[in-house]
C-alpha cells in the first residue's frame, strides 16, 4: 500500500472508529496502524488495556476513558474535540466498537450533527466464527449477550425455537454452562451449533455439532475465555 494514500492519514474533526485484534495481534491493519498513530486522541474502553496493546505495537497517543458507565459524558466530550478540529479514534478493548461494545453513542451523536465518523475495519467475533461454522450465514440474527437470568434467557430460546436463520449470541465463561444447557433443554439436544472460545488466540477451540455432543465435548475443557455460540435453525444438518 502506498505510503501517501490519503486514507492513512487522520482528517480534522473526524472520528475513525476502528477495529483492533480480538487476540492474534497480527491480525491488526495497516490503516489501523496508521491512524492510530496520528489521531490526536484516543477513545477506549479501558486506558491500561489499549494502552498495553499500543505499547507492543509502539504507538504513543494520547488515550481517555470511553465505557459504559461514562459513555454519555465521554461522547460528549469526543463531539466537542470534533467540533474543534481534533481528530479521535475509537477503539474497544477488541474487535470493532459498538458491537456489543460502547460507541453507540457517540457514533449516533455525531451523525445527528453531520459530524464525519469513519469505519475502520477489521477483527470481529461474531463474523469470524461464522466464517468457519458451517451453519448459514445467508442471513443472521446476532442478539449479543443474552440476560443474565435464567427466566430471560430461556422465554428467548422459547422465543426463537423455529426462527429460520442462524442465531448468533456472545456468553461470558460464567455463564456458558447454565446458557448452553439451557439451549438444550428447549431446542431439543439435537439442534446444530457451533460455539467458539477466544477466538485467534493460542487456546482458540470451535466446535459444530449436535448441542448434545459440544456440550459433552465441553464438560472436560477449559471453560475459561469468551465465548461466540451460533445456532442453526431448526432442521439443519451439518
Known amino acids: ?8 492519514t487522520p482528517e480534522p474533526g473526524h472520528l475513525y472508529v476502528v477495529a483492533t485484534p480480538i487476540g492474534n495481534l497480527a491480525d491488526i491493519t495497516e ?20 494502552g498495553a496493546m499500543l505499547t507492543r505495537l509502539e504507538i504513543r497517543r494520547p488515550l481517555f476513558a470511553y465505557h459504559d458507565h461514562n459513555e454519555k459524558r465521554a461522547a460528549d466530550s469526543i463531539v466537542a474535540k470534533l467540533q474543534a478540529g481534533e481528530s479521535v479514534a475509537l477503539v474497544s478493548d477488541a474487535g470493532t466498537p459498538a458491537i456489543s461494545d460502547p460507541g453507540f453513542r457517540v457514533a449516533r451523536e455525531c451523525q445527528r450533527l453531520g459530524l464525519p465518523v469513519v469505519p475502520v475495519p477489521g477483527a470481529c467475533a461474531l463474523t469470524s466464527l461464522l466464517s468457519v461454522s458451517g451453519l448459514p450465514t445467508d442471513a443472521f440474527f446476532f442478539a449479543g449477550f443474552l440476560p443474565p437470568k435464567s427466566a430471560a434467557r430461556r422465554r428467548f430460546f422459547e422465543e426463537y425455537r423455529d426462527f429460520k436463520h442462524t442465531i448468533a449470541l456472545y456468553e461470558s465463561t460464567h455463564r456458558i454452562e447454565k446458557m448452553t444447557a439451557e439451549l438444550e433443554d428447549l431446542l431439543g439436544p439435537e439442534r446444530i451449533v457451533c460455539i467458539g472460545r477466544e477466538l485467534t488466540k ?17 464438560s472436560t475443557a477449559s471453560k475459561k475465555g469468551e465465548f461466540v455460540v451460533l445456532i442453526a435453525p431448526a432442521n439443519y444438518e451439518l
Open 1 to 8: 500500500m502506498s505510503s501517501d494514500n490519503p486514507s492513512l
Open 31 to 50: 490503516r489501523a496502524l496508521s491512524l492510530l498513530s496520528k489521531v490526536d486522541s484516543i477513545a477506549c474502553e479501558d486506558t491500561r488495556t489499549t
Open 202 to 218: 493460542k487456546f482458540e477451540t470451535i466446535r459444530s455439532g449436535p448441542i448434545s455432543q459440544i456440550r459433552e465435548q465441553m
